[in-house]
């Protein structure tokens, strides 16, 4: 995925927070004297972890990391974040302890976490980092013993910056405003920017961006499927609600992800109710019974997740193959529509029985004569012709220079003198007829 392939190696990478790097860099240059944790909060996608990481590399610390599909009771903290917290590494490298989505740590999964966390930072011995979304969200207590500091949602034009290094770096086909588009799309989301870059293929045309749509920062689709796999609960359906995806969409992020999340009998059963979910969803499209939706939707989100055994772990989830698809085809598609709509046009018929003379077409291409012929008749193009026979076309373009050279034969005929005025004006109307019924008659493709 080019979200990893293109993760920042250093600081100078980091789009869009350079101002923050300084003020982070002060804080665990002076940790020792205030034993403070630091408190990072912004939108997704802004950085907050990109940062962390980049820092423990930089500045060569072990990184000890509890990210929010991880179970993060009092238990659990304490067993994992705790013994690091108080201990050094073998060779007495230090440590930075990173907490993700500590907004998050609430429910009866997490239970005694928050207090527990609060002891933590109390008593360590190495930095704390702790991440969130939205700061308010995190204990009062916990708040007061942290340095904030706030990631802002980056502009688009920094992310379209990001985007378009990217692009040339892949060879990515496509035109500066469908990039930004793209990046305008993000809401400032760097990382759904570039997975969404991603999903769209290696030529992407005009147009293409709206396959993906804007995002939802306040809930993404990331947050909600990490979730259904964890939580194992009917519940998980109101994760759904919030997220600005039709049900076919995000029966498509289910169906690439759940393979990731599920093996075995869990898969089976889990595929199960996704077929259902699919089912129920065509039948609301066919009969416009629209409220069908509902089983669709509880199908392949709760019954998805009570099949699980439920549980946090780390889950590495990507955008569904299709939208890819559809971008790397788009252009094969659009050709196709074209010369169907030739064909159509010419022989009087819909695209869909146009599609029945490719193949005869495709055969009569085998002689590039008649290949040239056709493709005078029906108009085409050197793509198109390109598109009917890959191997040929090249041979089919010379014939049809050939016919452009060769010079038009005048038809000869011979006026027989008639004697009768009356008998001359008959045979002439006769002539004028035949005329017009040659010009009038369809041509199909058995003339050539």
């Known amino acids: 995925m080019l979200v990893e392939k293109y993760f920042p190696k250093n600081f100078s990478e980091i789009k869009g927070q350079q101002a923050i790097v300084k003020e982070i860099l002060a804080w665990i240059n002076t940790w020792g004297n205030e034993k403070r944790a630091l408190l990072i909060y912004g939108p997704p996608g802004s950085g907050k972890t990109t940062m962390v990481k980049v ?12 990210n929010a599909s991880d179970k993060r009771d009092q238990e659990a903290l304490n067993r994992i974040v705790g013994n690091a917290s108080s201990s050094k590494t073998l060779f007495g490298y230090k440590k930075i302890i990173l907490l993700d989505e500590a907004d998050n740590i609430h429910g009866k999964e997490d239970y005694g976490g928050a207090k527990a966390l609060l002891e933590i930072i109390k008593n360590t011995q190495n930095p704390i980092i702790l991440t969130a979304n939205s700061y308010w969200e995190v204990s009062q207590a916990i708040r007061d013993n942290c340095k904030l500091v706030q990631f802002k949602r980056l502009q688009a034009r920094t992310v379209f910056s990001r985007l378009k290094e990217i692009a040339q770096a892949e060879k990515i086909q496509i035109e500066d405003e469908t990039l930004l588009k793209i990046a305008e799309q993000s809401n400032g989301d760097l990382r759904a920017a ?12 005009k147009g293409d961006e709206k396959l993906v749509g804007f995002r939802d920062t306040e809930k993404s689709i990331f947050d ?3 979730k259904l796999y964890s939580s194992s609960s009917i519940e998980v359906r109101k994760e759904f609600m919030d997220i600005d995806k039709k049900p076919d969409e995000l029966l498509l992020w289910i169906d690439e992800n759940t393979p990731k999340a599920y093996k075995g009998k869990e898969l089976l059963e889990a595929q199960n109710f996704i077929s259902k979910a699919d089912i129920y969803l065509n039948r609301a499209f066919k009969t416009r019974n629209y409220s069908m939706w509902k089983y669709a939707s509880d199908l392949m989100t709760g019954g998805v997740s009570v099949v699980g055994e439920g549980g946090s772990r780390y889950i590495s989830f990507s955008p569904p193959r299709y939208f890819q698809i559809l971008g790397s085809s788009k252009k094969t598609r659009e050709a196709r529509k074209t010369i169907l709509e030739k064909i159509g046009k010419k022989c009087h018929c819909s695209t869909k029985i146009a599609r029945s003379y490719l193949p005869m077409i495709s055969i009569l291409f085998l ?3 008649k290949g040239a012929l056709i493709s005078n008749f029906f108009e085409f193009d050197l793509e198109e012709i390109k598109f009917i026979d890959e191997k040929n076309y ?4 010379l014939s049809r220079e050939e016919l452009l050279k060769e010079p038009e034969k005048k038809d000869e005929t011979s006026i027989t003198p008639v004697e009768l005025k009356n008998k001359t004006v008959e045979k002439e109307d006769s002539q004028n007829k035949n005329e017009e019924k040659q010009k009038t008659q369809q041509k199909t493709l058995f003339d050539f």
């Open 367 to 369: 002689n590039p004569k």
């Open 194 to 205: 570039i997975n969404d870059l991603d999903s769209l293929g290696n030529n992407i045309l």
């Open 394 to 397: 090249r041979k089919i373009e």
């Open 224 to 226: 909600a499927l990490s």
């Open 55 to 66: 820092l423990s590399k930089e500045l060569g610390y072990d990184l000890i990391e509890l």
